[in-house]
């Protein structure tokens, strides 16, 4: 089956420790995009790449990196510079020029 | 500054009635407007779009009704059925294809 696989679901972190969450597709998509979910509001847009070894910022980049070494593969980091990290992260894709992302299950970020 | 707006956070209703979940959006330049639905724990899955050069589309039970000139558009649920219990996201892309989210509402279907 075709779909984003998010890893891990949960993750618990300490202050001042980087951490990197997993995104990968099998659904041949061009485009990857990661998100940050906070209760109440809306989804919010880190990072997005449309093409290998490209990627853009999103409206809140700050604390957070990218790499986009293959199609398949999106991972984020966030890293000690994101001062309010915790959140529910959503890792989404499309081919380019189209408006519905298909999305991963997620993944839960708790500092502690 | 919210270019898109869903100004009610919930929205409790009798199974079996219409379900009415509303957006506003400020930014005439979006041109395609789609609804997802999440539930808890997991991803958003898309539920239904429609583009700014229609005023309505339907997909069974799911229609949404765009009404340009008032920068709103809704979702209508009927029947509503209790695993339509969910929070619903409104989007808004334009040209560029990048897409800007409401808050969401939480719809509970009471039975």
């Known amino acids: 089956d075709g779909g984003i696989t998010q890893s891990p679901k949960y993750l618990f972190r300490k202050e001042g420790q980087n951490v990197t969450l997993s995104c990968e597709q099998n659904?041949?998509?061009?485009?990857m995009y990661w998100y940050r979910q906070d209760p109440g509001q809306g989804l919010r847009l880190i990072y997005y790449?449309?093409?290998?070894?490209?990627?853009q910022k999103g409206d809140i980049a700050e604390g957070y990196s990218v790499s986009r070494e293959k199609k398949e593969s999106f991972p984020l980091t966030v890293t000690s510079a994101q001062k309010n990290p915790t959140a529910f992260y959503l890792c989404?894709?499309?081919?380019?020029?189209?408006?519905?992302?298909?999305f991963g299950a997620g993944s839960r970020l708790t500092v502690l | 500054d919210q270019q898109v707006k869903q100004n009610s956070p919930s929205l409790s209703v009798q199974e079996g009635r219409i379900s009415i979940l509303n957006c506003d959006y400020t930014?005439?330049?979006?041109?395609?407007f789609l609804w997802y639905k999440k539930y808890p724990a997991e991803g958003p899955t898309f539920l239904i779009s429609?583009?700014?050069i229609k005023d309505k589309n339907e997909d069974g039970r799911f229609t949404v009704f765009l009404n340009k000139s008032a920068k709103h558009l809704s979702l209508h649920i009927v029947p509503s059925q209790p695993g339509d219990s969910a929070v619903y996201f409104c989007?808004?892309?334009?040209?560029?294809?990048?897409?800007?989210w409401g808050a969401g509402t939480k719809l509970i279907i009471k039975p």
């Open positions: 930014n005439s330049m979006f041109d395609y």
């Open positions: 989007a808004a892309s334009d040209s560029n294809y990048q897409l800007i």
């Open positions: 659904l041949n998509h061009d485009a």
């Open positions: 790449s449309q093409i290998v070894n490209d990627f």
């Open positions: 989404a894709s499309t081919h380019n020029g189209a408006n519905v992302l298909t």
């Open positions: 429609i583009s700014s």
